[in-house]
């Protein structure tokens, strides 16, 4: 099975500041990833699909990046509406798909 | 603007069955598959199976082998997943997804709100 590494587990920032979180394969998966956001209590919701498009109606300050093994999704300017946990997925063995352990993003 | 609507929260005991259901409206229901991902309290998020709703066709995770049942009413647009002989573990949010599959591209696009199994004797 393929295992997906993501890190930090958690990070703390300020408003305006530019975010990183990575995404490590185990194994070579393309371009096939995708990142969600999930507040608490809610249902996660596309993001980026594809590793860099940005699904329809999501703000130009997230981004996707990367191929094989190494993934990265980047938020420009932190909102505090951006309080939530990300998660990436993987779907290199169609339909089957893992997650990400996830990455939780707090205001400093 | 599709929406994806879950039943409510179940208490079962072990070795119990719970069946959830998951309606669908606003898009052709054919049109796209039905995808399965549990979370269990404080956890991150474990892709649990997928439905074809055109041909019925199912996939699922290894770990729910013997034990999970997917299917459709594609009359009702409502997906379902069962799942048998429940474990303490499987005590999570379950959420239903609309799924797209085209060529090399698969992400869920649309969510379910969640239901809430709890497993406790």
């Known amino acids: 099975d393929i295992q997906m590494t993501q890190s930090p587990s958690s990070l703390s920032a300020s408003v305006g500041d530019r975010v990183t979180i990575t995404c490590q394969a185990s194994q070579d998966i393309g371009k096939y990833l995708n990142w969600y956001r999930q507040k608490p209590g809610k249902a996660p919701k596309l993001l980026i699909y594809d590793a860099s498009n940005l699904e329809t109606g999501v703000p130009s300050r997230f981004s996707g990046s990367g191929s094989g093994t190494h993934f990265t999704f980047s938020i420009r300017r932190l909102q505090p509406e951006d309080i939530a946990t990300y998660y990436c997925q993987q779907y290199d063995n169609l339909p089957s798909s893992t997650f990400g352990g996830g990455t939780r993003v707090e205001i400093k | 603007q599709a929406q994806l609507v879950q039943s409510g929260a179940e208490v079962k005991k072990p070795g119990a069955s719970v069946k959830v259901s998951c309606k669908a409206s606003g898009y052709i229901f054919s049109n796209y598959g039905i995808s399965w991902v549990r979370q269990a309290p404080g956890q991150g998020l474990e892709w649990v199976g997928r439905?074809?709703?055109?041909?019925?066709?199912?996939n699922f995770a290894q770990n729910f082998q013997g034990r999970i049942h997917m299917t459709t009413n594609t009359s009702s647009s409502t997906a379902y997943l069962e799942l048998s002989s429940l474990r303490s573990d499987d005590t999570a949010v379950y959420f239903c997804?609309?799924?797209?599959?085209?060529?090399?591209?698969?992400?869920?696009?649309?969510w379910g709100q969640g239901t809430l199994v709890t497993v406790s004797s």
């Open positions: 439905i074809s709703v055109y041909n019925g066709d199912t």
């Open positions: 997804a609309r799924d797209l599959w085209v060529a090399d591209l698969y992400y869920f696009d649309y």
